[in-house]
């Protein structure tokens, strides 16, 4: 429980860092386009049952394979689409992380 409650708040305070360094002059508007990326965890509904401890989002879900990752890299090269590919790149970087520390 303590892992997934570290897990949801690293999910709001790393995209405010972030955006402070990327977006430093509009930081909070660059952190809520980042949090709203958070909607890619819907397709965590497709998966029976839909919370799984243990069980890693990547790979698991659609939003969270391979393609999508590189999908979202090219999101990040785009000036205009900046901010939502860094922070969908962000979210699967702190799932990779909940699924190393899931292994402990």
């Not at 509904?45 to 799984?52: R, T, W, Y």
């Amino acid at each position: 429980m303590l892992r997934f409650a570290l897990h949801l708040v690293l999910h709001v305070v790393a995209p405010a860092a972030l955006a402070r360094v990327v977006a430093p002059r509009r930081w909070v508007c660059g952190w809520l386009v980042m949090l709203a990326t958070m909607v890619v965890d819907l397709d965590h509904l497709l998966a029976h049952p839909v919370l799984d401890p243990q069980r890693c989002s990547l790979g698991f879900h659609p939003l969270h394979s391979p393609w999508a990752i590189v999908a979202y890299a090219l999101l990040a090269a785009l000036p205009r689409t900046r901010l939502v590919g860094l922070g969908l790149l962000l979210h699967m970087a702190l799932d990779a992380l909940d699924c190393v520390l899931q292994r402990c």
